[in-house]
């Protein structure tokens, strides 16, 4: 089994930064991609943000140039993934979710998802 932590949301200002992260722990052999996906009230869940093991990174297209995703080296077998926000605007707000992508053993391929964190962006 692997635990996923997330922490860092909250209320902010227009034009405000706020700093996500998720630390993974567990059963982790190996990880394929971390990344940050967001559902806001009435919408479907989409992709915000996403890092692979070699360090690539991909972005939904109204978050480039505002938000930045990376990763930390395993530290005591967790691994962590943040998102950086900045510049954020009221149709940022939704709940924050972390997604891991991972082998648990070299024939076990699994994904896991964060609980949430709520962002809201309002003046």
């Known amino acids: 089994q692997v635990q996923l932590v997330e922490s860092g949301g909250g209320l902010v200002q227009p034009g405000g930064s706020l700093r996500l992260s998720c630390a993974a722990s567990g059963k982790i052999f190996m990880i394929n991609t971390m990344g940050w996906h967001r559902q806001a009230p009435g919408k479907q869940r989409e992709l915000v943000a996403v890092?692979?093991?070699?360090?690539?990174?991909?972005?939904?297209d109204s978050v480039k140039g505002r938000f930045t995703i990376s990763r930390d080296n395993a530290k005591n077998t967790v691994y962590t993934v943040y998102l950086q926000m900045n510049s954020l605007k009221p149709e940022d707000t939704a709940v924050y979710y972390c997604?891991?992508?991972?082998?648990?053993?070299?024939?076990?391929?699994?994904?896991?998802w964060g609980q949430g964190t709520q962002v809201t962006v309002s003046s």
């Open positions: 890092i692979t093991s070699g360090g690539a990174t991909n972005y939904l």
């Open positions: 997604n891991v992508d991972l082998w648990e053993s070299s024939l076990v391929k699994s994904n896991y």
